[in-house]
């Protein structure tokens, strides 16, 4: 299933390593969804550390991803590909993507996508996928976290971190965090976990 869709999109490049100025803004070809794949029309993407990363030519995209950087995004399904169950054209959905975010059209694997929550915009929606697929595989689908257990947080201010600290939480979990600041420090317990400052004199768990 598929809208009547341009054959060239606009997206942003990354001309050479560097800082914000090298990126740039190009026409590419649309990409078509194969077996398993949506089309998504971009209303918003995340930027993440791969992000920067990719674009100071420290971190090269995978084999076989779009050289278009971007790992998160939301907006509405224009294309479905076969084998597709359960999405449909015109679902608002975010998704986490191996690449092209930063473009106006984006594919995406179906399975990695989620309906956009009804009280959220795309641009808050955009932020979900990279950290909450990321602590929901690792902490809830992979270790199995039951209520009343302890996780240990490293980095308890960053995306990641601050996603697993509040959904721990909210899964009746107790949460011990690493932070490198008091001002760090006093994020995560507002978040509720008990933060152990770590590399500074005042270390300490509360």
Known sequence: MMASLPSIMKAIAIEAPGD????????????????GEVLIEVAAAGINRPDIMQRR???????????IPGLEVAGRVVAVGESVQGITL???????VTGGGYAEYCLAAAPLCLPVPEN??????????????TVWSNVFDRCQLQPGETLLVHGGTSGIGTTAIMLAKLHGA??????GSPEK????LALGAEAIII???TSRIR
């Open 20 to 35: 914000a100025s090298v990126l740039t803004l190009v026409d590419r070809p649309m990409p078509y969804p194969g077996p």
């Open 185 to 188: 420090f006093n994020a995560c």
């Open 174 to 179: 107790r949460v011990l965090a690493t932070t």
């Open 57 to 67: 030519g420290l971190y090269p995209p995978p084999p076989g991803a779009s050289d």
């Open 199 to 201: 590399g500074k004199p």
């Open 120 to 133: 959220l915009s795309f641009i808050e929606a955009a932020t979900l996928p990279e950290a909450l697929f």
């Open 90 to 96: 015109g679902d608002a959905v975010c998704a986490l």
